[in-house]
């Protein structure tokens, strides 16, 4: 079994990606985001380090904030507001739907 790799730069290459991969979720979770959201904030957030040498964390800070601050950028606040309402409707419905099951022992 081969030792783990604990070099200083695999940490912070591994501390990247894990902020990466969490900021991704978060900005895809936002209501309005689509896929061409998270590619072209994906694509701002590479960018950047790229260019600055920086990582993401020292660049943008928590990529739970920086994803709703993302969305709020990005995604029109009509299409964010349209969202919300049929992630609203379609949790009413699994809400009764449940509620329905539980009554009939199904």
Known sequence: MAKKDRTPEAAAEKDREKWMARFQVRLAGQPGVDRAVVLQAVKEVTT???????????????????????????????????????????????????????????
């Open 48 to 106: 950047h380090c790229a260019d600055t040498g920086e990582d993401p964390r020292t660049a943008f800070g928590d990529p739970d904030a920086h994803a709703v601050e993302v969305a709020t950028r990005l995604v029109p606040a009509d299409r964010a507001a349209r969202a919300r309402r049929h992630d609203a409707a379609v949790g009413r419905i699994g809400s009764a739907l449940k509620k329905a099951r539980d009554a009939t022992g199904l």
